[in-house]
Every structure is written in structure tokens, then in C-alpha cells.
């Protein structure tokens, strides 16, 4: 199949690549197709919706950034998932580019978790008191 | 919407197996515990807000990503 998108022009992908989201994420409820592909010489990845075409969102995953970023996944979730070994899960964290960039933050309240086998994904709002806008550029230095 | 008046102690049930029970009022604060099956998720709705409110600002555009492109860059150099 073949997206046109606003960052790589046309853009083929298999549907076995299709990362599912049941109830779309938070606000884009009807957006349940996405296709994740790297952006280049970055550790950000793109999160390209497959139904519409202005709509993407920058990723990444986000332990490197913060040391203490730990959480209980509920089991309904590992089953919603279809999770059945700890190397299946994969977490991305949504990304807000800000000018200047160092101001930049991640959300780790509400990540993404995703079955890297069977690529069904879901946006979660976690108990843990962690930040929506986690300044992640800023640690680094 | 549906207004309906409850005690302490007093509950509603929404169908799909969902109980909202009152547990406590004092001071202006309500206590609510809510039983549901495992695969509803609960949220204080001002917090569902901002997710969706950060979500919304998560939506990038192409110069967003030519610019981190540029970041890494100079980063690596």
C-alpha cells in the first residue's frame, strides 16, 4: 500500500507494518492506523497516520532520558496487547518541539505502549506522577 | 444530561457492569470509589483534558522535523 505524506512524499508499507490503536489516542480518537518509520541519523521516530496524510507525530522511546522512569502496566492492558513476553512491549513517548528546541518536552504521563510482534498499540494515562512535559533536552547537558 | 441526587453510601449503575458508589462527603469533597470491569479505563477528566491538550501540541509539521533533523546534526558533528 502507498500513503502520501507531508515529510517523505509517497511512502510504501506492508500492512503487517500497520501499528494499530483500538480507540485511536487521546483526542484523535478516530485515528486507529499509524505506520512508525525512523527520521533519519535521529533517535526520533515518525508516527504517520495511514488515513490522514497531515496528520504525524514526532516519537521516541524515552528511557534513555529519564533515569527513574518505571510503571506498572495493568495486566488488562498486557492482555488487551496481546503481551506475552516483556521483550514484545515497546514505549514511545510523544514529543512537543518547541523553539528553542532545548525547551523541548516529552510526555511520560500518557506514553505509548505497542506489541512489537503484533503491533497492536495504545496511548495510556499512567497513575504514576510523572510529567506531561518532561524537558528531556535539557538533562542531557 | 442526567441529574440525580445521591447519599453517602448510595450508588449508580451504568450499564457494562460499571458502579459509581458515593463513599464519603465532607468539606465540599466527595469520595467516589468506582467499580468497573478491567478493560474501562477511569480518568480525572482534568487530566484526560491536558493529555488531550498535549497530544494536540504533539501534532507535528515538516519543519518541526527538519529542524530536530538539523539538531541531530549538529549534535553529532
Known amino acids: 500500500m502507498i500513503i502520501n505524506t507531508e515529510v517523505y512524499g509517497e511512502v510504501s508499507y506492508k500492512d503487517e507494518d500497520v501499528i494499530r490503536f483500538e480507540e485511536g489516542l487521546f483526542g484523535f480518537e478516530d485515528e486507529k492506523a499509524f505506520i512508525l518509520m525512523d527520521i533519519e541519523e535521529t533517535t526520533y521516530k515518525l508516527l504517520q497516520s495511514t488515513k490522514t496524510e497531515e496528520l504525524y507525530f514526532v516519537v521516541m522511546t524515552p528511557f534513555a532520558f529519564h533515569e527513574s522512569y518505571d510503571f506498572e502496566v495493568p495486566d488488562a492492558i498486557m492482555e488487551q496487547l496481546d503481551i506475552k513476553a516483556l521483550d514484545h512491549l515497546d514505549v514511545l513517548s510523544l514529543v512537543v518541539f518547541k523553539d528553542p528546541i532545548q525547551e523541548s518536552t516529552m510526555n511520560l504521563k500518557a506514553p505509548i505502549l505497542m506489541n512489537n510482534k503484533t503491533k497492536k498499540a495504545k496511548q495510556l494515562i499512567l497513575n504514576e506522577d510523572f510529567p506531561m512535559r518532561f524537558e528531556f533536552l535539557k538533562v542531557e547537558e | ?77
Open chain 2, 1 to 77: 444530561m442526567l441529574i440525580l441526587s445521591r447519599k453517602k453510601e448510595e450508588s449508580l449503575i451504568i450499564e457494562g457492569g460499571i458502579e459509581i458508589k458515593v463513599l464519603d462527603i465532607s468539606n465540599g469533597l466527595v469520595k467516589l470509589g468506582v467499580s468497573a470491569p478491567k478493560s474501562v479505563n477511569v480518568y480525572r477528566k482534568e487530566i484526560y483534558d491536558k493529555i488531550i491538550e498535549e497530544n494536540t501540541a504533539a501534532k507535528a509539521d515538516s519543519s518541526m522535523v527538519f529542524n530536530i533533523k538539523a539538531e541531530s546534526a549538529k549534535k553529532n558533528d
